[in-house]
């Protein structure tokens, strides 16, 4: 079980507090039924930095959808838990909610019609009870399901627990040495608590760049004055674009859109980069990068990993629209697809369904727009572990995890699949099949398919 | 289901313009004021039926930044039809049609069908760009024009059926080699006149315009 797959449930906020263990039994399911929803989005750092203090006094509905399933859990740990309480309450017999509308139906006729016969009244009897029954076997399955999910729930949240203390006393304190251990690797893997995470994200990308705060501020500096004092063309029409991407950036999180309170604050940073490296500008796909940065990191932080992870040869390929080198990545991924899964290979070849029409917006945005962002989040997570090859490695995942459908389906129906991926996309199975391609594989069959293609055309 | 065409369009013009809203109101029959932005390419397809022949698009949506230019260059090939849009509010979206033409024309087959369209015409308040200016542009370069509404559906169906009764109406000619799939027609798998519940002579949407 990845630890990150429910990013909501290690929040330490509670908006919640007050929440009282007396309150009505269809309250509290219903709020068990939120709690045990999927986890869509990464955000629960993110919304613990940002606002940490206007939350403890904040119940507002938005709030309460954010935060109902910490506070679940928190009362859980707190010794009054939650799971035993339903428990006690799940008991068919105590159960009103168990019996559900049947239980309505009257056992005697009224007096007022004439008497059944007793064949029949013994019939209709029989009946009633099975409905009864079948009603409560339903509820108790359902409940029992609810149970299941909980607990698996609560045991996650351990294991976020268990490793949130291994990477704050064991490995970030001797960063160095620990991050090529073996047991670092294999926990780093599972997804990084997000506690850690943007920290972790930071110290892995590196500052090869040498880039600091003050060189981010004074980037913003210029970026500003070049708009006011209207020099620079190139920049200006780098800015409008980053303009109109900043409301179309993740639109659903509504924190990066107009008024949103991160939207000034992307802005910034790209500006910032446009005169940091005005050779490449600001590109498409950048915008979402630099979201995911914020995320989970300080502006000035965000921007020192965004630069250096811009410096990354596929990266740095693509944000310079480096043809040549574009399509030695397609090759080399080409190569790997047909090693690992021959039938797509064959099928896409058919279909002339080409590499670059579904790896551009996973290569260009690093799966954030492309996955649920808890999912996105893991991938960044091992891609700050494993670098360019790991991009690929998830794309032949996916063609894995489609495959039977993609090998039914026309070119249209393949392609509109790859991009535009189901938000129900099983994450854990994902990485369950990526793990499989790296585990025959000593050095990464990536790599070396990259340094042939690369050989071959006399490149190195 | 059956087809006896499919065209392959593209839609093309500047980031922003509301090409990935044309494509969701005519495909999806919605509309989505906050779009995500396209990178690389989205792709999109429906059944229309043109003269009683059931005709399938498959729509290539592209990202509309110039710094992508030199990747779209490259899915003009075996396009019958392409839309080039501008957005009516934004002056610099309809000057940067030239060079998007000529990248089309410099691209894609001689015999391409090419649709102009101005959108966001419900923004008329808004509006930097007179509609007889892109009647002037489309005459001028033999293209069809329209001014179309993603968020009010207006004219957008008519945007795409009409490029198709073009491309049909050029295949009827002879001038589309319909054995050559780089002019972007495939013959279906009926070639066939498609059954009577269709209406015969006219242009009209297949029912609830799904997927396809």
């Known amino acids: ?460 | 289901m059956s087809y006896a065409y499919l065209f392959k369009y593209i839609i093309i013009g500047d980031t922003g313009v509301g090409k990935s809203c044309l494509l969701l109101q005519f495909t999806d029959k919605r509309f989505q004021p906050v779009h995500d932005l396209t990178i690389g390419v989205e792709f999109g397809a429906r059944m229309i039926t043109i003269d009683g022949k059931q005709i399938k698009l498959q729509i290539w949506d592209t990202a509309g930044q110039e710094a992508f230019r030199s990747i779209t260059r490259s899915y003009y090939r075996g396009a019958a039809g392409a839309l080039l849009v501008y957005d009516i509010t934004r002056r610099d979206t309809f000057n940067h049609l030239t060079t998007w033409l000529e990248d089309a024309r410099q691209h894609s087959n001689s015999n391409m069908v090419i649709m102009l369209i101005g959108n966001k015409s419900d923004l008329e308040s808004r509006r930097e760009v007179k509609k007889e200016e892109g009647e002037a542009f489309a005459r001028e370069h033999g293209l069809v024009f329209m001014e179309t509404s993603a968020k009010t559906a207006a004219n957008v169906e008519e945007a795409f059926i009409n490029t198709a009764r073009e491309i049909y109406e050029k295949i009827q000619e002879g001038v589309f080699d319909i054995n050559n799939e780089a002019n972007g027609i495939k013959l279906g798998p009926q070639h066939l006149p498609s059954n009577a519940n269709t209406p015969s002579g006219g242009a009209s949407a297949s029912q609830g315009g799904a997927c396809c």
């Open chain 1, 1 to 460: 079980m990845p630890l990150n797959s429910n990013p909501h449930s290690h929040t330490s906020l509670s908006s919640l507090s007050n929440y009282s263990s007396s309150t009505d039994f269809t309250e509290h399911t219903n709020s068990l039924e939120r709690s045990c929803e999927p986890p869509r989005f990464g955000l629960a750092s993110f919304w613990t930095r940002a606002f940490t203090r206007k939350t403890d006094n904040d119940h507002s509905a938005a709030s309460w959808k954010l935060f109902s399933r910490t506070s679940f859990f928190q009362k859980s740990r707190s010794g009054q838990s939650s799971c035993s309480s339903l428990n006690s309450s799940s008991s068919p017999t105590l159960n009103p909610r168990s019996i559900g509308s049947t239980g309505l139906i009257l056992h005697s006729r009224p007096s007022f019609l004439p008497a059944k016969c007793p064949e029949e009244e013994l019939h209709h009897q029989i009946l009633h009870h099975k409905l009864l029954e079948e009603s409560q076997r339903r509820e108790q399955t359902k409940l029992q399901e609810k149970e299941k999910r909980i607990e698996e729930l609560c045991k996650q949240e351990e294991q976020v627990a268990a490793a949130t203390k291994i990477w704050t006393s064991e490995i970030l304190p001797q960063w160095e040495i620990s991050r090529k251990l073996r047991k670092t690797r294999d926990l780093w893997w599972q997804g990084l608590p997000p506690s850690v995470r943007g920290q972790v994200w930071k110290l892995s990308i590196g500052n090869d760049l040498n880039v600091t705060p003050e060189l981010f501020a004074l980037c913003l500096e210029r970026a500003k004055e070049k708009l006011i004092n209207c020099d620079g063309v190139g920049l200006e029409s780098s800015v409008e674009g980053i303009k109109l991407d900043l409301s179309r950036t993740f639109p659903h999180l509504g924190i990066f859109q107009t008024g949103g309170p991160y939207h000034n604050v992307l802005g910034d940073l790209l500006s910032a980069y446009v005169c940091f490296r005005p050779d490449i500008g600001y590109v498409q796909g950048m915008s979402f990068l630099a979201a995911t940065l914020l995320l989970n990191l300080e502006v000035s932080d965000a921007f020192i990993s965004f630069s250096n992870l811009l410096n990354r040869p596929l990266l740095h390929a693509f944000f310079r629209l480096d043809h040549a080198k574009m399509a030695d990545f397609y090759a080399g991924f080409e190569a790997l697809l047909k090693s690992q899964l021959p039938k797509v290979y064959s099928h896409f070849l058919a279909l002339n369904l080409t590499p670059d029409l579904y790896l551009q917006e996973w290569i260009y945005t690093l799966y954030s727009r492309s996955l649920p962002l808890d999912l996105a989040s893991r991938v960044w997570d091992v891609y700050c572990r494993d670098g360019d090859d790991l991009i690929f490695r998830i794309a032949i995942g996916i063609l894995k995890l489609y495959e039977s459908t993609l090998l039914e389906s026309d070119f249209i129906h393949s392609a509109q699949l790859l991009t535009n991926l189901p938000e129900d996309i099983d994450g854990i199975k994902l990485f369950k099949i990526v793990e499989q391609i790296g585990a025959y594989q000593e050095k990464s069959r990536f790599t070396q398919m990259l340094t042939h293609h690369f050989k071959v055309k006399g490149h190195t």
